[in-house]
């Protein structure tokens, strides 16, 4: 008998474990080793010193002043560390994200600064709103309508569109206002003249010096003897040592005044305000399809790091955990002011590699950033803008894949036509049109590739059991049996295809009596399917032949049996396998 003391006991770790589902950190809170904590704390500080930089920068690409960028690293960063089931994914402004934001809420802000971020708060809150709803709901597969060539076709094509918006800032030109990336292009090339040699100058130095903090630092100082832990802070600092540099040239040499060099000037300090985004009907409705592409991309670049870092440790990442965790800290971003965040590929690797073993080193980047923006915003004021601009161009660089253009031209060239079709619809038509084009493409090339599947007669292989297909094996048929292997679910897209092929064969062999479908790779047979396999069915007995099964799936075989299909067609006339059908049907 179970006493009340256990019963409570049961009780309650049982509601623990139903809360825990949604907060993760209830889990880690209360086995946290103490052991873990040096390696939280380094990923932390590591993590928060190439946020500080790049959320800065990246707010700038979004068309948000650099602040903006700082107060989307706090308090998202916390909501996502304590709700999250990634250890190692770091949140916060991203490049392509940034670019989203820009491109959707430029045209509706008009050039007033206020209602461009009360539209880019919104924009958060959309994005939050929809991502908590996919997780409640386990939505999180709609994902997979954006497939890894149309993923990086959009993301190599973004990359280029983000590093050329940043070419006029490095050559320190002013650009009037452009309608698409080519255009942008040949403004760009038209006002060349005008540049600024000292500003292109601190650009290029930056460039240099941040792909050899990328590259060399690491070696050289490993030659030396340094500590893993020290090589690693020292080579993923690069960020922020190119913008204390370019800082400290201005602000010596006055080059701001004496040479026209573009500063961030005056960043407020203080920790982030509340904010109220707007919940007008219409700019809701105006901002739905950039959020919904934000929920989208920001997900899939989440959790395809998040997985891949996991599986290293073998650790567990609760897809739809990570979609109400994200769309939490899209909430947080919204009332904060802040913009949309997500997961990134460098700064989660960075985490990953710097030891975090749980949320607390998301927390503990957010109370740094939290510190700098309390008492080091007043050493941002001469920090160049072409440094930051350097800052975007040098992260973006590492996304354009070509790598998966390869290889995907060589395997299959539908699926390379479809990254190719996205990249040049993102740089034609603008990133938020392009990704929908590139889903597009992808579910129209899945339809014509699965609305005519793959068909192949097979013969028995010697006195086995095996069979495979006539064309590429030396084997044993019957001629009044011919047996076909359908390699895809029947559906309304290859109905007609199916009864097409399957009639010819039939009509091209007037010895053949029985028509055998091996049904081995068909998950599911829809009401169409099902209307033309009964259509074939009286049209072979009008012919003098039969229809007969073999293989069928459960889940298949229970529908047709529910529907009263296997009634009509006879029970014997389904065999569990290719060989008990082509034992019964040679002496039939």
């Not at 009509?568 to 008990?580: E, N, P």
Request: proline share 5%; aromatic share 6%.
């Amino acid at each position: 008998m179970t006493t009340p003391a256990i019963q409570a006991t049961n009780g309650g770790s049982r509601s623990l474990q139903a809360l825990s589902r949604y907060a993760p950190s209830l889990i880690w809170l209360r086995h946290y080793r103490r052991a873990d904590l040096p390696g939280d704390v380094m990923a932390g500080l590591i993590v928060a010193i190439m946020l500080v930089p790049q959320g800065m920068a990246y707010a700038i690409l979004a068309g948000l002043p650099p602040q903006v960028g700082l107060y989307a690293s706090i308090l998202p960063l916390i909501v996502y560390g304590l709700l999250g089931t990634s250890r190692a994914l770091a949140v916060g402004p991203v490049a392509i994200v940034s670019l989203l934001v820009a491109s959707a809420v430029g045209p509706l802000a008009g050039g007033d600064a206020a209602l461009y971020l009360q539209l880019a708060l919104t924009l958060a809150l959309l994005s939050g709103v929809i991502q908590v709803g996919m997780g409640l709901l386990r939505l999180g597969f709609l994902v997979n309508f954006l497939s890894h060539p149309v993923l990086s076709g959009f993301t190599s094509a973004a990359a280029i569109v983000i590093g050329f918006s940043q070419v006029k800032t490095l050559l320190g030109i002013r650009l009037p206002s452009s309608d698409g990336f080519f255009q942008s292009v040949a403004l760009t090339f038209e006002h060349v003249g005008e540049t600024q040699p000292v500003t292109l100058a601190i650009g290029l130095f930056s460039i240099a010096l941040l792909f050899y903090f990328r590259g060399g630092l690491g070696k050289h100082l490993r030659r030396l003897g340094l500590p893993a832990p020290l090589v690693t802070i020292a080579t993923k600092s690069g960020p922020l040592v190119v913008a204390a540099l370019g800082t400290l040239l201005v602000a010596l040499l006055d080059l701001n005044e004496r040479a026209g060099v573009g500063i961030v000037g005056d960043v407020p300090a203080g920790l982030p305000p509340l904010s109220l985004p707007s919940f007008a009907p219409d700019v809701l409705t105006a901002l739905l399809p950039a959020a919904l592409t934000i929920s989208l991309v920001g997900y899939m670049e989440s959790i395809s790091v998040a997985k891949a870092l996991a599986s290293k440790r073998r650790q567990k990442v609760d897809a739809d955990q990570e979609l109400i965790a994200l769309g939490a800290a899209n909430l947080a971003a919204a009332f904060s002011s802040g913009y949309p965040v997500t997961g990134g590929f460098s700064r989660s690797s960075v985490n990953f590699s710097a030891g975090a073993n749980s949320g607390l080193a998301s927390i503990i980047t957010a109370g740094l950033i939290a510190l700098t923006v309390l008492l080091l915003t007043p050493t941002f004021y001469y920090l160049p803008n072409t440094v930051l601009a350097a800052i975007i161009i040098v992260a973006v660089i590492g996304l354009i894949d070509l790598h998966t253009l390869r290889h995907v031209w060589r395997y299959n060239k539908a699926d390379a036509a479809s990254l190719l079709v996205t990249f040049a619809a993102v740089l034609t038509l603008g990133v938020d049109v392009g990704i929908l084009v590139g889903v597009a493409a992808s579910i129209a090339l899945y339809l014509w590739r699965t609305s005519r599947p793959h068909m192949a007669v097979v013969g028995r292989v010697g006195d086995s059991e095996h069979f495979r297909n006539v064309q590429r094996h030396d084997v044993q048929t019957c001629p009044h049996v011919v047996a076909v292997r359908v390699d895809e679910s029947l559906y309304f897209a290859n109905t007609a295809y199916l009864e097409s092929r399957l009639l010819g064969m039939v009509a091209e062999r007037p010895e053949v009596r029985h028509l055998l479908l091996i049904c081995g790779a068909v998950n599911f047979i829809d009401a169409s399917a099902l209307e033309t396999l009964e259509a074939m069915l009286q049209e072979l007995r009008d012919a003098g032949a039969d229809l007969w099964l073999a293989e069928v799936k459960g889940p298949v075989m229970d529908r047709l049996l529910a529907i009263g299909f296997i009634d009509k067609l006879g029970h014997d006339h389904v065999f569990l396998s290719t060989h008990q059908a082509m034992n019964a049907l040679v002496c039939v």
